[in-house]
């Protein structure tokens, strides 16, 4: 691998052009491909980025003729086809956003095919690199854990926030609501915590009127309770209800002390003190992990890899548990989830 990594874009949303942000503060890369469904976007960011960066009209081209040595690859989860199957085939490292898909047997076919070229990859789900949810790992490890609570909040839906990248989030059959796109990040937390999760039941509700939102069809509310393998459990909270963005984060309660991990911090009270871990994340929350995939491709070392399209299905199955679990109205096993999307990928 050449010293100068060579990345291309693929998606120019918020977390496409976060990714870009970073990259372009990288020492030894440079961004020379984008694409993005709107390609005067596209091109308008390949302007400022500088002339050796080219804008794709056609993500098929940038693929198969950027001639880059990795992809990101930020779109709606509804929207993917054949976007990493092309990278893998051709041999080029990817890490793709959350979620890996909105289908749960589509992203099984894409795994199996993903799996067969053996390209390096990742999966965008950024606490895992995080100081901070490193120490609170270790430990939690060393405790003997009750219960698990997490939270996440986003404010109202509004035509602010619907256009033009995220109107499909509040549509249940394309991005599957707050519990399928953000809530993803407390469940990944969860697992990496704690451990694997067993079964999921979910409530929601719907509090406020939506008539002037077209298409809106997901809830406004959630309300998760979660069985892990290892015997703990869990309540996750999660919605967009309240006029502003409000608290996200997991609390972990256990015989130890309690963990209170945030985006930026992690906040330990035990009955002698309370500790603050608050690391020095100058870039933001999200560039240890393209730091750590980018030098993952630089050196061939996949172990610096914490996320793979295996961890993103894992994550996509217990959100897609908690919807069925919502309509049925009783819990669901998370394995019977993924099992059930298998049969129907073959």
Known sequence: MPSEISVGVMGLGIMGTGHLDNLVKMPDVSVTALWDINPSRASDFAGR???????????????????????????????????????????????????????????????????????????????????????????????????????????????????????WLFNRELGGGQIFEH????????????????SVYCRQATRLDHSNIPGYSTSDVDAVVLEFENGVLGLVGDGHVTPTGYWWGVRVMTDKGIFEYDANSLRTIRPERTDEYRPALPDGIHMPQDVAFIEAVRSGDDSLIRSDYRNGIKNMAVSL???????????VDVAAVIESAEKASR
């Open 49 to 167: 980025v500088g002339k050796h960066c080219r804008p794709f009209e056609d993500y098929h081209d940038l693929i198969e003729h950027s001639g880059v040595d990795a992809l990101f690859i930020a779109i709606p989860p509804h929207t993917h086809t054949d976007h990493e199957v092309l990278a893998a085939q051709r041999g080029i490292p990817f890490l793709l956003e959350k979620p890996v898909h909105r289908s749960l047997a589509k992203a099984l076919e894409i795994e199996r095919q993903i799996s067969e070229t053996g390209v390096l990859h990742a999966a965008g789900f950024h606490n895992r690199y995080l100081p901070q949810a490193a120490v609170a790992r270790n430990e939690i490890a060393e405790s003997t854990v009750g219960l698990v609570m997490g939270f996440a909040f986003w404010s109202q839906p509004s035509g602010h926030n619907l256009t033009p990248y995220h109107s």
């Open 183 to 198: 809530t993803t990040h407390i469940f990944d937390l969860c697992r990496f915590f704690i451990g694997e999760i067993r």
């Open 321 to 331: 548990a908690a919807l069925e679990s919502a309509d049925c109205g009783r819990p």
